[in-house]
């Protein structure tokens, strides 16, 4: 039974990493005119344009919002609720996994 669980859990958490990277790619697709608080300056380095990018998909899906980044163009803000909607749906069928 534990091992069950473990597997389950160790499943949601390489889903948690899967999804966080194709989003993360996904929004680094969008330049900083489709985000309210990134400017061209905080994306001239591919690394910086990534990191905002995973900053903004974790704090999107975590439902934390800081605010700070937030989405523009009705694109990201489309691709963000498919975000939100992803973790609600993973989060109920993940807590009826482990829960059996």
Do not use: W
């Amino acid at each position: 039974m534990k091992s069950n669980k473990i597997k389950n859990i160790i499943k949601l958490i390489l889903f948690g990493i899967i999804i966080i990277l194709i989003f993360t790619s996904i929004f680094y697709m969008f330049d900083h005119t489709h985000f309210i608080g990134l400017e061209k300056e905080d994306d001239n380095v591919i690394l910086n344009k990534i990191f905002n990018r995973l900053y903004y998909t974790i704090s999107t899906l975590s439902s934390a919002g800081y605010g700070d980044i937030t989405p523009k163009s009705y694109a990201t803000k489309i691709l963000s609720i498919l975000l939100q909607f992803i973790l609600i749906t993973s989060l109920m069928s993940g807590l009826v996994n482990v829960c059996e």
